[in-house]
């Protein structure tokens, strides 16, 4: 069994701006994060 990430509130509150703010990608900013694009959404 694997264990589970646990991210921090202020990584998740600057992933949701960067997700809304930036004109980048949802794939590109989920690369740049180190995590599966599935969880920013």
């Known amino acids: 069994m ?3 990430k646990i991210y921090t509130k202020e990584f998740k509150l600057e992933a949701v ?3 809304t703010q ?3 990608p ?3 900013l ?3 994060l180190g ?3 599935s969880l920013l959404y």
Do not use: P, Y
């Open 2 to 4: 694997t264990q589970r």
């Open 17 to 19: 701006r960067l997700l």
């Open 22 to 24: 930036s004109d980048c």
């Open 26 to 28: 949802t794939t590109e």
């Open 30 to 32: 989920a690369l740049a």
């Open 35 to 37: 995590v599966k694009r």
